[in-house]
């Protein structure tokens, strides 16, 4: 599927100013402008950023706080519409190669552009033969964010395209029957006619070519994870992804530059995926009104005097220190900083008397899409690969039955490991919240690690019925020692600021005009599959009118 530019939607003609707080947090100002095609899938993104961050004083009509799924939708449809556009990100513009050339980091020889202000690195796999696989790392404004909270652990993304830069791409709409459980004050016929079909168009999804997934080295693991499922019984299904596949057959084929097939994923890709960089946000550069500020964070927002809101804004540097402080005056502000971007923020604001009017349901309704991930030993019959490609494109479904949908992962250690491992997504129902500790000045997630015991217990009736089938056990050297389940984190963290409890069915947060969600914090904690294609569509639905009926 390719992605197709969207038709313009409210622009009259009229030059508007806006200003959007994003995925993340803020961002220096990134002058975009050129041509009005995406970056090429296969080239490395660069000349997003300039070097002009917002100014202290400026008074714009717009900000949006986050670069991610939500934020990028904003950031086009606004500029799109004639609004000139201010973008907010915490991380970095991730536009400029490091000294071995590359903007990212290899996922098996991690840097420090791999974490977020970490001095040790924190992977979600991280030991391998009951051994610890983790090492040191200079402090420095990484990609990816463990977020340690709660009881769980959150992976987020960091910098100008927020999650988009670390996913593994598997853009998945949620079947239509389970969609009244993932948005249920939202009608399903006007997501799946309309707000589907253009996010997935405007995110470029496609599926593997199925003939040559069937003789593809580096996607062994997942017919084998196919041969199992299928054994046992259980559906298993093609998924979608943002990765370009032809780019794919020429890295397999040795005519490009290997991305996917070098173990690039979970700190970024260097070629081949469709990042929000190569997709809304290449559009929004076109428009010519969008400005982007990486290495910005929103510190506050309150009413400002004279009307529209006063923003604090605190630019930093690499190591993750305060460098300037800046005010500026946003007619709307549009929260994206991701689902705990999002309701921390609020839930400070709320509890600091910055936005006392925010109602009590900000800070609810979080959860962790039932993620739990494990590993099965095969036996020496059933070899995975020793190359493995990064980019997932098979699940098994057994939602109907047993509450889970699992993602046929890969391990891509570049050895044969004989292990078939997988992301589960399940019908957890536990929902956490946010407060405010005023003692620590921080806010607060209240998840139990013990909540996750509804999440196995789903994984379980895919699992525990292919072992039997096989003959196989669990591994129980991924996570820890004599540890089977990866129970302790979370790639899609969902809600806190629910659609239609903290905000109206469009978003627009109760208690102020002019202040928006537009992320995954809508999203009451579940979505059945990978969340970005409905953060996507949600935000598009929600733009559409705003822009409508707010402008």
């Known amino acids: 599927m390719k992605a197709n530019p969207q038709p313009t939607m409210g622009s009259k003609g009229v030059s508007r100013r806006g200003f959007i707080i994003g995925t993340s947090s803020l961002f220096g100002s990134l002058a975009l402008s050129g041509h009005a095609s995406a970056a090429p899938t296969g080239a490395a993104v660069t000349g ?4 002009n961050p917002i100014a202290d004083g400026a008074q714009v009509p717009a900000l949006i706080v986050g670069s991610g799924y939500g934020g990028s939708v904003a950031a086009l449809r606004l500029a799109q519409a004639g609004v000139d556009v201010q973008l907010v990100e915490m991380g970095m513009a991730w536009d400029t190669p490091g000294p071995d050339g590359k903007i990212f980091c290899n996922t098996l020889n991690p840097d420090q552009r791999s974490y977020w202000l970490r001095t040790r690195t924190k992977a979600p796999l991280n030991y391998f033969l009951g051994f610890p696989i983790d090492k040191d790392i ?16 959150v992976y ?4 100008v395209g927020g999650g988009s830069l670390v996913n593994g791409g598997m853009a998945v709409t949620p079947k239509r029957e389970n969609f009244a459980s993932v948005l249920p004050t939202v009608d399903a016929d006007e997501m799946y006619n309309t707000y589907y079909p253009r996010a997935n168009a405007g995110l470029g999804v496609g599926l593997i070519d199925p003939a040559w997934f069937e003789t593809a080295d580096c996607y062994q693991f997942s017919r084998v994870g196919r041969k199992h499922a299928q ?13 370009d596949w032809d780019y794919m057959k020429q890295e397999a084929a040795g005519t490009a530059t290997k991305s996917a097939l070098d173990g690039e994923i979970l700190y970024g890709n260097n070629h081949g995926k469709k990042s929000l960089q190569k997709t809304y946000l290449a559009q929004a550069k076109a428009t010519g009104r969008v400005t982007i500020s990486p290495l910005h964070r929103v510190a506050t927002v309150a009413p400002a005097p004279g009307g529209g809101y006063a923003v604090t804004i605190e630019q930093i540097n690499t190591t993750g220190d305060v460098v300037a402080t800046k005010s500026v005056t946003a007619g709307k ?31 609810k309704g979080w959860g962790d899409n039932g993620n739990v991930m494990c590993g099965r030993a095969n036996y020496l019959w059933d070899p995975t690969g020793k190359l493995q490609s990064t980019i997932p494109c098979s699940g098994i479904d057994n939602w109907a039955a047993g509450g889970a949908f699992a993602e046929v992962a890969p391990l891509p250690t570049g050895i044969e490991t004989y292990a078939s491992f997988y992301l589960s997504i399940t019908k957890n129902p536990h929902r956490a919240e946010f407060t405010w500790n005023a003692a620590t000045g921080k806010a607060e997630l209240n998840w139990q690690t013990a909540w996750k015991q509804p999440a196995i217990d789903m994984a379980k009736t895919i699992f525990d019925k292919i072992n039997s089938k096989e003959g196989t056990i669990y591994r ?3 996570f820890g020692t004599n540890k089977i389940w990866g129970d302790h984190l979370t790639y899609h963290p969902l809600g806190g600021a629910v ?3 903290a905000t109206d069915n469009y978003g627009r947060l109760y208690g102020y005009t002019g202040l928006y969600v537009i992320d995954g914090a809508l999203i009451p904690g579940n979505t059945s599959v990978n969340p970005f294609v409905t953060i996507t569509a949600l935000a598009e639905r929600n733009i559409e009118k705003i822009i409508a009926t707010d402008l």
């Open 499 to 501: 659609l239609g409890k």
């Open 48 to 51: 997003l950023a300039s070097t």
């Open 231 to 243: 054994r046992s019984g259980f559906p298993w299904t093609f998924v979608p992804d943002v990765y």
């Open 333 to 363: 502000v549009f929260f994206a900083a991701g689902s705990v971007g999002t309701s921390k923020l609020l839930v400070k604001l709320k509890a600091t008397g910055a936005l006392p009017l925010l109602n009590d349901q900000v800070g």
């Open 156 to 159: 987020q993304g960091r910098g």
């Open 476 to 478: 129980t050297d991924l």
């Open 138 to 153: 200079s402090r420095y404004t990484g990609v990816l964010d463990a977020e340690e909270m709660g009881g769980i652990i």
